[in-house]
């Protein structure tokens, strides 16, 4: 790749560069973006009408200065940490300061560099009734700056731990963690993409262009960081980078100079003032007013990592922007420090600012229990801790109804005023009863044995060992191209109620621009489709009104001549059945208790 200057007309153009693959770099001035892009894709944005011209690419020229110049002295790249030093200053804090730091290797990088993430945190390596914070530097190897800043953020929390108030407060209250390089290979190579040239900002799943959540077919470092966030509940994270002065906050697609707001979206905005409200000069120097913007609003870019963490692991994830040159000179980085200081403590210390906590816990036995916190009105839906039952949700200064829903739990709605602190919001959730008196098929007894199944098309349903509740599930059989795999029951209702279950997806989405349906699962109340889904849907509920009589439920997981995504089946789980108790043993479905059963 070489670095052009490119004087855009209209937002269009960016789309278009992106679509032949070029990367929009972070640099934007007016009309003047930078864009990283071959011979080939050079030519063919010369040949669309736009002012597309080489420019120097400044962060590689001064890193082959820094190394040419420090080649056989014992002070490699001077003020920056390469990964020897950068390893040793982070094994030095972790022996330092052993009570509160752990250091862990999340993996390692493609040249097989490990990739490490420091906690802080009074108890470090344990799960407490803390909020989890996360902050990634350097995905991008020549954006520098935030791999430095990285360092002295470390220092700070730790030198200043038992002796600043603020600094213990922070360590006592928070689990901090910080990757100060998810792209060590970069960096030494003194290049954007990691030692695959892959660019590591584009690699994450995406709500538009590849909605799949799994690892394979991932780089390394993305795998790495995916799988440690999915072990661990972050609340609230930044990644940073350099080239700009802003923040940039969800959503970051589909279409470039359209804001595409998320449903957090005056959270968002609030979120990306505390970091430039509290820097230095960004809030009044950078390009953008107020020193943020939403991502889309200034370039679409697909597989980021602000809008999977958001999506996917519900982490309120925003990108830092800390200065306007990638790899500036090493004397400016204890400056860089300064401007930027009060920013990176402020954004931690926002986790736990306005927002409703507490623990979700069951009201008889006391237990923590896994539950979904739904604010009204607000698609995004989080989930608490499942071994403390734990739970954060950031919002603005407001009034809400807040329900806390758990499978077969009553669900518990609370209207909450939250000012500009943490408000505490202890529940303790009741069982429903109803639901003990209902007909439940949650496939815990790991067989079709407790109804009459019937199994049809190419693969009979299995037992599976994930759930929506309990620890198993039906999920459908492994199936290929223009195969089915159906599951039905028929169930006689004595009144008009309805029927209810949880369903899971992980296949082929539906067409992007046709919306027409590929693979996907349906459901059908005798013979008629009542619902399909398609794509990557977790558990999820789904009811359906029941007239009275003997009706025919059948779930089908249908695949059409070709693509297979995703884990490529569907799963149902904690069926409702209509009817009370006594119509569970009604096998024939007559409405009564006979012989017939027996037989
Ligand atoms: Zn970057």
Redesign the pocket.
Known sequence: YDTYSVIINSSKDLDNISKIGAII??YHNGNEVHILATKSQYKTILNSNVNIKKIDNKARQYYLELIEETRDSDNPMRDYHNYNELTEFLQNIASNYPSITNLTSIGQSVQGRELWVLEISDNPGVNEFEPEFRYIAN??GD?TVGRELSVYLIDWLCSNYGLSDRATDLVNNTSIHIMPSMNPDGFELGQ?NNANDVDL?RDFPDQFQDPNNFVNGRQPETRAVMEWSNQHNFVLSANM???ALVVNYPFDGPNSGSYSACPDDDLFVDLALTYSENHQDMYTESPFSQGITNGAQWYALFGGLQDWSYLWTKAFDV?L?QNEVKWPNQNLLPGLWDENKEAMISYIERVHGPSVRGQVIDANSGLPILCSIIVEGNENVISNDAQNGDYYRLLTPNTYQITFNSIGYESQTQSITIGDSAVILNIQLVIDESLSLANIENFESQSFNSYNWQFSGNEDWQIDSISAEGLYSARSGNIGNNQLSEISVSIFNSEPSQISFYKKVSCENVGSQSGNYYDYLAFYIDGVEQEKWAGEIDWSFSTFPLSSGEHNLKWAFIKDQGVSSGQDATWIDFIVMPGNPSDFCDISSDGELNIIDVV
């Open positions: 770099d972070h995905m991008h954006e954007r900002n980078h350099t080239g990108t922007e």
